[in-house]
């Protein structure tokens, strides 16, 4: 776990420094803005995309069969199976969700995306600032690490569905 903090905070670093080269024109053998997106950085996007469709299954479908899924600060959950049953659990009362990408970026098998969550719970929206790190191999997640803060997102589910809003 040491080795994937370092290589995090060397990606997000870098990533600082590679976006502030690339923006410039400074970046040797690349045009101002242009960056060619990794199949790890796509197939990431892609599964923050599924979200919107709830669909708890084909989210764990994104996982290795050992894939492990730390919902931070929570416990980590491992297999897809037991992924599944978990992701099904906690979007249950969700009526809808789409997740903005702030920024993403990958280095070979490790990818960081921040994003909003924007989530409607009996009809009251939550708007949840998140950052992702995905761990991948053969183009799936191997493990996947979400950092947010916990109180936020559970006071705006208390309030929405203590709100008495429904559709």
């Known amino acids: 776990m040491e080795k994937t903090n370092q290589r995090v905070w060397r990606m997000l670093c870098g990533g ?11 970046a040797a053998g690349q045009t101002a803005g242009v960056r ?21 299954a084909e989210l ?3 996982f290795t069969e050992d894939g492990t ?10 297999g897809r199976d037991n992924i599944e049953r978990f992701i099904a659990g906690f979007i249950r009362p969700w009526q809808s969700t789409d997740w903005e990408i702030v920024n993403l970026f990958g280095d070979g098998d ?3 995306a921040e ?16 950052t992702g790190i995905f761990e991948m191999r053969g183009g ?3 493990e ?3 950092y947010f803060d916990m109180p936020t997102y559970t006071e705006a589910l208390t309030r929405a569905l203590q709100s008495g809003k429904s559709d």
């Open 36 to 56: 060619t997106m990794t199949d790890n950085e796509t197939s990431v996007r892609n599964f923050i995309a599924a979200w919107s469709r709830l669909d708890a």
């Open 140 to 142: 799936k997640i191997r």
């Open 60 to 62: 764990a479908g994104w």
């Open 16 to 26: 600082l420094l590679a976006s502030l080269l690339c923006f410039s024109g400074v």
């Open 144 to 146: 996947w690490r979400d």
């Open 115 to 130: 994003r909003v969550d924007h989530t409607v719970v009996n009809g009251a929206p939550i708007d949840l600032p998140v």
């Open 69 to 78: 899924y730390f919902n931070i600060p929570g416990t980590p959950v491992t």
């Open 110 to 112: 490790l990818v960081v």
